[in-house]
């Protein structure tokens, strides 16, 4: 265990004892020091397992098991009997308390109202973000023994790609050598038809190993689970969607059995038809069974059928990389060990494929569940961190709104002190007014938190995986109470201990009016320059987002979405047969939606940009055919004649694809912008010969005969890698053809031609996915413009919240000194020097959080570099512009203030001091 982890894990055991103090004494007595050390076990193995970031699925718990049983445990000891005379004067003076705060607060109900609401926003907004990240990041995944699962990924040192399938033999040999896992599964999912029993329609199949279901520790709801010989090879040569590829056998998923045959359990036993052959339904998955990937794994997470993978793992190319492999840790066995094992399976794989030792191929086993949420915990915990500073902003807020009440009560506090009130007796009166404000504001909140949450989900923020599952639970409710008290010490102690400080002859002469002491003044200021500076920081992590937003929407794709109508379709290997049959298909639907009025063009491809990446391949110089350390990665795709057209890319130099480069006899390809300045840099690409590598060990020479713009495939985020268009294949690349149909009409209309030109060629195919390419653009923008709306949403309450504290500072320091005001009038000041005294006094409250502020930022958007795009975390256009207009916002909340100071009448002002 490092130093950080060591500090970390005592710092969160202090954490806990503290906590235990919710406990009544007694209880404490008998079990506080077993729970400690239990505490300190769990979060020891968490750090162990996890590192420091396990102790955020630690402390939930401990406040969760707080919250359900501290309560019960007081009522318990009462009812043993009576409690101590001590414990007696406790409680009763305890209970006095909550009485006396309580009857304060209603005399003051203008204070308590802006105080419970301030807090209510600060405590809402934490409540509702802990719940995604309690959903997303906290929750284990819903599999058995979560915490020992992996997931396997391939990785070339020397090209610096990471984070790739394994291909069929590399997971053979993984299965066999490996002595680490306890057992490894493969999957895959894609496409498929179903028809019969209705309406044919396009469904998700996951292809799996047939252990799949028992590495995760799911077993079926209804009937079996496969067996070893559902997995027997097929057809040897079989690539995804062929007969031979998947075994006729299927599990259903139990939303496909309910929604197509009504929750029947007598479907177990039927013959079904799925990608135009027969299949036997042995078993339904359980309620809710999900398959949790990472979002760029391109794993479905919605599958509507599960069938086996049967092929000859040992007889496929090694070179072709698709299947997805999870595995099961054995007990015991750390992920460091589990690694070294990986580096030892790979340096087989690289002994007997020259192509991989080349390349530096190694395994890396990361954890399932860190794997699944890496891409979206950046965004989450900056979520996490915003809505920090938003309840750190509000109890700056309360706290100078204490500090004001408490300065004119100066004389009922003197009162107190005057009658025998000890000054602990009076700082814990305040505090527990402090924790009846937090307690309000709690409640509040968490009616504010469902909200939140409601209007959250409007976002669709698909990307982020288990979305669905966030609740206002239990544990939510503990960090709520938690939130709640820490919010009430960290904004009533100080004004606790500042208010007790009475001065007992001076209060009782000044008649109550205090207040202007310059400590006092001092600590007021110093409240509002925090809460300005954290303001800040917010403001300009928005300001970020919203200029990374503005230069997503400039980022050029590579192609036009507007006007194109996008939709695919799954030709079943059972009724087509041959290649021939395939590309004679897709040449006559390409005809006849062509050839359709308002139609420009119409092509197809796979996939289309921002359906996922294409064939992983490689390149070379023809020169270099047998060197394999000089081939290079790209991503290859199958593409019909009129592709570039219909999707609106620019043919930069050379020609497009025609209908007589469909022969498998003449090699010929496109290469996008960024492989032909690679490849050929200072000279043209066209008519040059490169060697390539699709799915097979031997390189095939081709000739490029165009350049065409770089598309962006896989995210508008990331350019991607080099691509290489080529159609001489393209019956033979798969079954599934997504179609991109240019049009000036509108979508409803496309739609409806669309469905009647494909039942007319093929009654029974379905058309799945039809929606417009501008609505692929729109949500490949989500993820950022889901962070763009909350961080600011959470920036824009963190600028009035300030401004309100700031606003309420200003306006006290008026009327403390509205003698002071009102002599300056009587000696002939202008009133606009009044306007411009106190309006300075505000800006330069505000200027001085500002550039408190400005130095956290810098400090702070680091951070955020992850979650931006085209724009750097230290933008200066920001960093300007943020402050600026906060400059302005702090004019205008203390210019109210300054108009009433204005007004002030002399004569009326001295004769009141």
């Not at 990471?162 to 999912?189: C, I, K, W």
């Not at 031979?244 to 045959?261: E, K, Y």
């Not at 609106?648 to 090699?667: C, M, P, V």
Request: with cysteine; charged share 20%.
């Amino acid at each position: 265990m490092s130093r950080r982890q060591g500090g970390a894990l005592r710092w969160v055991v202090r954490a806990y004892r503290t906590l235990l103090l919710a406990y009544p004494p007694g209880f404490r007595r008998r079990h506080g020091a077993e729970m400690t050390r239990l505490f300190r076990d769990r979060a020891q193995a968490a750090v162990e397992a996890r590192g420091v970031r396990g102790l955020l699925g630690v402390l939930p718990g401990a406040l969760r098991d707080l919250a359900l049983n501290a309560p019960a445990e007081w009522l318990r000891e009462s009812d043993a009997g009576q409690p101590s005379r001590t414990e007696r004067r406790l409680m009763a003076g305890f209970g006095k308390d909550v009485r006396w705060a309580v009857r304060s607060l209603l005399r003051s109900p203008g204070f308590a109202v802006v105080a419970i609401l301030t807090l209510a926003v600060g405590i809402g907004a934490n409540t509702a973000i802990f719940s995604v990240v309690r959903a997303v990041l906290l929750e284990p995944l819903p599999y058995a023994e979560p915490e020992r699962l992996v997931i396997v990924w391939g990785e070339l040192e020397s090209r610096g790609i990471t984070g790739f399938p394994l291909s069929p033999p590399d997971f053979q040999d993984l299965r066999e050598l490996t002595t680490s896992l306890e057992d490894v599964a493969a999957v895959l999912t894609f496409q498929q038809s179903l028809t019969g029993e209705g309406e044919p329609v396009e469904i998700t199949l996951g292809a799996v190993s047939p252990n799949f279901f028992q590495v995760l520790g799911i077993p079926p709801m209804v009937g079996r689970d496969f067996v070893p010989s559902d997995g027997d090879p097929g057809d040897p040569g079989a690539g995804p969607g062929d007969p031979g590829f998947v075994n006729q056998v299927v599990i259903l998923d139990a939303g496909l059995w309910r929604r197509r045959f009504g929750g029947d359990p007598s479907v177990v036993g039927r013959i079904i038809e799925i990608g135009g052959g027969p299949a036997e339904v042995v078993g339904i998955a359980p309620d809710g069974f999900r398959l949790l990937f990472p979002a760029g794994a391109s794993v479905a997470r919605e599958v509507d059928a599960w069938a086996t993978l049967r092929f000859d793992y040992a007889a496929a190319p090694r070179g072709n990389v698709f299947l997805k492999v999870l595995g099961r840790l054995r007990p015991g066995v750390s992920l460091e060990q589990a690694n070294q094992d990986m580096d030892r399976v790979a340096e087989a794989a690289r002994e007997v494929y020259p192509g991989w030792a080349a390349a530096g191929l190694d395994f890396d086993a990361v954890p399932f569940h860190a794997d699944v949420t890496k891409d979206v915990r950046p965004v989450i915990l900056a979520l996490m961190a915003a809505v920090g500073f938003v309840l750190l902003i509000a109890c700056a807020n309360v706290s100078n709104l204490l500090l004001v009440r408490a300065s004119t009560r100066q004389r009922e506090l003197s009162l107190r002190a005057a009658l025998g009130g000890s000054r602990h007796r009076l700082v814990r009166q305040l505090l527990v007014e402090g924790f009846v404000l937090a307690g309000v504001g709690a409640l509040v909140g968490v009616g504010l938190a469902r909200l939140g949450i409601d209007l959250l989900l409007l976002l669709r923020p698909e990307e982020l995986p288990r979305i669905d599952e966030v609740a206002v639970d239990g544990g939510v409710l503990a960090f709520t109470a938690a939130a709640a008290g820490a919010a009430a010490l960290l904004f009533g102690l100080i004004p606790a201990i500042q208010a007790s400080r009475v001065d007992l002859a001076g209060s009782l002469r000044e008649r109550g009016r205090s207040g202007g002491l310059a400590s006092q003044r001092l600590l007021r200021n110093g409240v509002v320059v925090g809460e300005v500076a954290l303001s800040l920081v917010l403001l300009v992590g928005a300001g970020l987002m919203v200029r990374s937003f503005a230069a997503l929407q400039r980022t050029d794709p590579g192609f036009e979405p507007e006007g194109v109508m996008t939709f695919s379709t799954n030709l079943p290997f059972q009724r087509y047969v041959d290649i021939e049959d395939r590309l004679l298909f897709v040449s006559r639907l390409r005809e006849r939606l062509e050839g359709l009025p308002g139609v420009e063009a119409a092509s197809g491809g796979i996939p289309l940009p921002l359906q996922g990446v294409g064939f992983n391949g490689r390149w070379g110089h023809e020169e270099d055919a047998h060197d394999d350390a000089t081939y290079q990665q790209a991503d290859y795709y199958a593409v019909l004649p009129g592709y570039f057209e219909a999707m609106g890319t620019r043919l930069l130099e050379g020609r497009d694809f025609t209908a007589a480069d469909q022969d498998d006899s003449t090699a010929v390809v496109v290469v996008d912008e960024t492989l032909a300045r690679k490849a050929f840099p200072g000279g043209s690409a066209v008519g040059r010969r490169i060697h390539t590598r699709v799915s097979s060990e031997d390189p095939q020479i081709v000739e490029i005969i165009g350049v065409v713009e770089h598309q962006r495939r896989e995210s508008l985020a990331r350019p991607g890698r080099e691509a290489v268009y080529f159609t001489h294949h393209f019956a033979g690349a798969g079954n599934q053809v997504t179609w991109a149909v240019r049009s000036g009409l509108d979508p409803a209309s496309v739609a409806a031609v669309v469905r009647r030109e494909v039942a007319e060629l093929d009654p029974l195919l379905p058309v799945a996915n039809l929606e417009p390419m501008s609505a692929r653009v729109r949500e490949a923008m989500a993820p950022t413009r889901f962070a763009l709306v909350l961080i600011g949403v959470f920036g824009i309450l963190a600028l009035v919240l300030a401004a309100v504290g700031l606003y309420g500072v200003v306006a006290f320091t008026v009327r403390q000194r509205t003698a002071e005001i009102g002599v300056r009038v009587a000696f002939g000041a202008e009133r606009g020097g009044i306007l411009r005294m106190v309006v300075g006094q505000g800006v330069a409250l505000a200027g001085a959080g500002v550039a408190v502020g400005i130095v956290a930022a810098l400090a702070a958007t680091g951070a955020m570099a992850s979650l931006l795009v085209g724009v750097e975390p230290r933008d200066p256009a920001t960093f300007v512009a943020v402050p600026l207009v906060f400059l302005a916002v702090a004019a205008v909340a203390s210019l109210l203030p300054a108009l009433r100071a204005t007004r002030v009448d002399p004569v009326a002002a001295l004769r009141e001091d």
